[in-house]
């Protein structure tokens, strides 16, 4: 086993946008699909409500080639932007959201969320206005001081980043770094949430290995505070299920509600 940080030249070569999604949330034996789905999308349901976290504009960064984690969040801001690093990700977002039939069926995870608002039988009508609240798939890149380089985005209410930042960074001053990135994408006043995983080292994509950032509690405290946020609320999750250790080696999951202080 390679266990070296992954560089982003190998993700371009490698990373295989369907292995990922059959690998992590397939619905016979997705590494994700039990606890890991549960935990995020019921508190993206907590937090996207109306009078919680809504606004005009989310800015979705490092998606991957899923979109689950905005079906909540449709329903109370009027545009999203998505992105990814990879093209191939990229690729497999606008499968869906074009309704191509070789992509991805998310169904029952929309099925899910909308039982979780208690109104089951209307999961197509909420991928349809997710499909009309994604107004771009865009490139971005975590590391880089304006991720969407060269197009400079307007602020946006919200932030969202699902599943990301422990790929592309390899330490505690590289996340810091990413957060800070993120500054003059957010409003001031406006929210940043982070969902993820915390102390996995690696994670496979079907026969493939990529390297994960190791990160505590601890960290993440230190992390968003020294990037300057303020902390709404910061949760984590012990992992109960371990029968897919050999696939990806998190022991927790953790949400992270922070703001971006008004004079910042």
């Avoid at 590494?31 to 409500?49: N, P, S, V």
Wanted: proline share 5%; aromatic share 12%; glycine share 4%.
């Amino acid at each position: 086993m390679d266990t070296s940080f992954t560089k982003q030249e190998t993700y371009i070569q490698e990373f295989n946008s369907k292995d990922y999604l059959e690998t992590y949330y397939s619905s016979e034996n997705g590494a994700m699909k039990g606890e890991w789905l549960d935990f995020a999308l019921r508190k993206l349901h907590e937090t996207f409500t109306p009078g919680g976290v809504e606004g005009d504009t989310l800015i979705d960064i490092g998606a991957g080639p899923t979109i689950y984690h905005l079906l909540s969040a449709c329903e109370v801001f009027k545009n999203i932007i998505t992105s990814d690093f990879l093209a191939q990700n990229q690729a497999e977002m606008q499968k869906w959201l074009k309704k191509d039939p070789d992509a991805f069926d998310w169904s029952p995870v929309a099925k899910f969320v909308c039982e979780l608002e208690g109104d089951s039988e209307n999961w197509k009508k909420r991928e349809d206005k997710l499909r009309r609240t994604v107004k771009q798939v865009l490139k971005c890149d975590a590391l880089k001081s304006n991720p969407f380089e060269p197009e400079v985005l307007p602020p946006a209410d919200c932030v969202l980043s699902c599943l990301c930042l422990e790929a592309p960074c390899k330490d505690a001053e590289s996340y810091r770094n990413s957060l800070k990135n993120f500054h003059d994408l957010i409003k001031p006043g406006g929210h940043l949430i982070i969902i993820s995983v915390l102390n996995a080292s690696f994670y496979y994509v079907g026969q493939k290995w990529f390297s994960s950032m190791i990160t505590t509690k601890e960290d993440l405290e230190l992390d968003f505070k020294g990037a300057g946020y303020e902390i709404e609320k910061l949760e984590v999750v012990p992992r109960e299920d371990l029968s897919a250790l050999n696939i990806t080696n998190y022991d927790s999951y953790y949400f992270v509600h922070a703001r971006k202080p008004h004079n910042l």
